[in-house]
């Protein structure tokens, strides 16, 4: 799971809508939560303000986040990259000043960077006044109201998870598109992965748990889910069941007025043709996959303990688009690993190659201080960088060649409310087709202007580098029309 999965839109933290009450009502404080990482931090920061709001905390308005007129800023950390502790510890250094401008001001950091560092985190940011980990999300009122009392920072970080986060309120940042997490935690053991570490082992949710999440996420207004997971296709391996997660997908495919239904991120090596049939038969599972690969040299995939090997991979990907001729599939490719030959990316390269992936998010190597590849022989930052402009360029082609693809065809478009950067000026609405691709739509003169969580059907006139542009000719036959 990854940051770059979602655009920006999907990624911010929520605003309150601003009210005639706003400069009146402040309750316990107001409050803003930053958020850094994948989409369980997204889903975790919604918890983090269901959790406040609930203890009279107010959510900031757009106007009060940009004057800084907040009484309480929640960083909610990621750990996977190298350079999330620089940019958390940047970040909070460029909150101090605000403390000393407001004095009563309150500052709290969670999340995986928060489990991991722990006391580091109090003793070189002392004006920090609360440290959680991913496992206490409902202590955070208690631990500032502590820090208030006692004067200095509250550190509370579990090893165990006592309950799962899905049982705390939650303010989700959208109101048709939802995340639901059906699991935490990891069970694998790959070499360059701090997730077990700040995550922990596996736990699954039980299935009528999450269905009753989903369908209440339904009466509230969602007409799009998202399950969550480290492992979502491993659910239900706990305790025995190999087929809970294909069973899940079909359950929701029986709840009434939910129009789409995703899930990131499955593991390889538990992609069993259940869940592809299940994916195939289900109407409104949507035919988008995430599949990291991380390597296509099977000697790197043993040096990083991934428990399959290039060919099963790719044997997965033709079963998958046999099924599903329209699968959009990315992925997830480490370039630089330890050990990494020239040889072994020539492999990377050829099986990218013949994935023909819709898109991948490629990344250098970073080691990560306490993983077992941290401790191996590094490969020099020039031979990785050149790899990974090399693999960036192939995949950039593909990529191209696949949107192409969508030229001339009529695709079906939730509006998510997720603008484009010019949208406003091009009269265009912004959202995702079935299959996950990103599409800006124009609206024809004299044609009704979709909302958020409308379906509008157009025509593709243009494709992007990394997106799709709609902008239909109803005289030249091309299609428009919005479905409530």
């Not at 969602?222 to 025995?240: C, D, H, M, P, R």
């Given at each position: 799971?990854?940051?770059?999965?979602?655009?920006?839109?999907?990624?911010?933290?929520?605003?309150?809508?601003?009210?005639?009450?706003?400069?009146?009502?402040?309750?316990?404080?107001?409050?803003?939560?930053?958020?850094l990482g994948c989409q369980m931090n997204v889903h975790d920061s919604e918890r983090i303000s269901g959790v406040l709001e609930a203890d009279g905390?107010?959510?900031?308005?757009?106007?009060?986040?940009?004057?800084?007129?907040?009484?309480?800023?929640?960083?909610?950390?990621?750990?996977?990259?190298?350079?999330?502790?620089?940019?958390?510890?940047?970040?909070?250094?460029?909150?101090?000043?605000?403390?000393?401008?407001?004095?009563?001001?309150?500052?709290?950091?969670?999340?995986?960077?928060?489990?991991?560092?722990?006391?580091?985190?109090?003793?070189?940011?002392?004006?920090?006044?609360?440290?959680?980990?991913?496992?206490?999300?409902?202590?955070?009122?208690?631990?500032?109201?502590?820090?208030?009392?006692?004067?200095?920072?509250?550190?509370?970080?579990?090893?165990?998870?006592?309950?799962?986060?899905?049982?705390?309120?939650?303010?989700?940042?959208?109101?048709?598109?939802?995340?639901?997490?059906?699991?935490?935690?990891?069970?694998?053991?790959?070499?360059?992965?701090?997730?077990?570490?700040?995550?922990?082992?596996?736990?699954?949710?039980?299935?009528?748990?999450?269905?009753?999440?989903?369908?209440?996420?339904?009466?509230?207004?969602?007409?799009?889910?998202?399950?969550?997971?480290?492992?979502?296709?491993?659910?239900?391996?706990?305790?025995?069941?190999?087929?809970?997660?294909?069973k899940l997908l079909r359950a929701c495919g029986e709840i009434e007025g939910l129009e789409r239904v995703r899930f990131t991120s499955p593991h390889?090596?538990?992609?069993?043709?259940?869940?592809?049939?299940?994916?195939?038969?289900?109407?409104?599972?949507?035919?988008?996959?995430?599949?990291?690969?991380?390597?296509?040299?099977?000697?790197?995939?043993?040096?990083?303990?991934?428990?399959?090997?290039?060919?099963?991979?790719?044997?997965?990907?033709?079963?998958?688009?046999?099924?599903?001729?329209?699968?959009?599939?990315?992925?997830?490719?480490?370039?630089?690993?330890?050990?990494?030959?020239?040889?072994?990316?020539?492999?990377?390269?050829?099986?990218?190659?013949?994935?023909?992936?819709?898109?991948?998010?490629?990344?250098?190597?970073?080691?990560?201080?306490?993983?077992?590849?941290?401790?191996?022989?590094?490969?020099?930052?020039?031979?990785?960088?050149?790899?990974?402009?090399?693999?960036?360029?192939?995949?950039?082609?593909?990529?191209?060649?696949?949107?192409?693809?969508?030229?001339?065809?009529?695709?079906?478009?939730?509006?998510?409310?997720?603008?484009?950067?010019?949208d406003a000026a091009t009269h265009r609405v912004t959202g995702r087709e079935k299959t996950g691709v990103l599409v800006h739509v124009g609206v024809?003169?004299?044609?009704?202007?979709?909302?958020?969580?409308?379906?509008?059907?157009?025509?593709?006139?243009?494709?992007?580098?990394?997106?799709?542009?709609?902008?239909?000719?109803?005289?030249?036959?091309?299609?428009?029309?919005?479905?409530?």
């Open positions: 799971m990854n940051e770059d999965m979602m655009t920006e839109a999907e990624r911010a933290s929520k605003l309150a809508e601003p009210t005639a009450e706003d400069t009146a009502t402040r309750g316990k404080g107001v409050f803003y939560v930053h958020t905390y107010v959510p900031a308005t757009e106007g009060q986040y940009l004057d800084h007129d907040v009484d309480l800023i929640v960083m909610n950390t990621c750990a996977v990259r190298e350079n999330a502790a620089e940019r958390m510890y940047g970040t909070i250094g460029l909150w101090a000043e605000m403390k000393r401008q407001r004095p009563n001001l309150q500052i709290a950091v969670g999340g995986c960077m928060a489990q991991l560092d722990r006391e580091k985190i109090a003793k070189k940011a002392p004006w920090v006044d609360a440290v959680f980990g991913t496992k206490n999300i409902g202590s955070l009122p208690q631990l500032l109201d502590q820090a208030r009392i006692e004067g200095h920072a509250q550190v509370k970080v579990k090893e165990e998870l006592n309950y799962f986060p899905s049982q705390l309120p939650t303010d989700r940042a959208s109101k048709v598109s939802s995340w639901v997490a059906i699991s935490v935690g990891c069970n694998n053991t790959c070499t360059f992965c701090i997730v077990p570490t700040t995550r922990g082992k596996e736990h699954d949710r039980r299935p009528g748990d999450i269905l009753a999440e989903i369908r209440q996420c339904v009466d509230e207004g969602a007409k799009e889910v998202t399950l969550l997971g480290q492992n979502v296709n491993s659910f239900g391996y706990g305790i025995g069941d190999r087929f809970a997660f294909s390889p090596a538990a992609f069993t043709d259940d869940v592809i049939a299940a994916m195939a038969e289900t109407p409104n599972v949507m035919h988008q996959l995430h599949f990291p690969l991380q390597s296509g040299s099977d000697r790197i995939l043993r040096a990083m303990r991934r428990s399959y090997r290039s060919a099963k991979f790719l044997d997965i990907l033709r079963k998958i688009r046999e099924a599903m001729p329209d699968a959009q599939i990315s992925t997830d490719i480490i370039v630089g690993f330890p050990g990494e030959t020239e040889e072994d990316f020539q492999e990377t390269l050829r099986v990218v190659e013949e994935a023909r992936f819709a898109s991948a998010f490629t990344f250098i190597y970073s080691p990560r201080p306490g993983t077992p590849a941290a401790e191996m022989e590094q490969v020099p930052h020039d031979v990785a960088q050149d790899r990974f402009e090399r693999l960036v360029a192939l995949q950039e082609r593909i990529t191209e060649e696949n949107l192409k693809t969508f030229e001339g065809r009529d695709v079906e478009v939730m509006v998510t409310g997720a603008s484009g950067k010019k024809p003169e004299g044609e009704p202007m979709p909302q958020v969580g409308d379906f509008v059907t157009a025509t593709i006139t243009h494709a992007g580098r990394h997106n799709l542009i709609a902008d239909p000719d109803l005289k030249a036959g091309q299609t428009y029309a919005v479905r409530h």
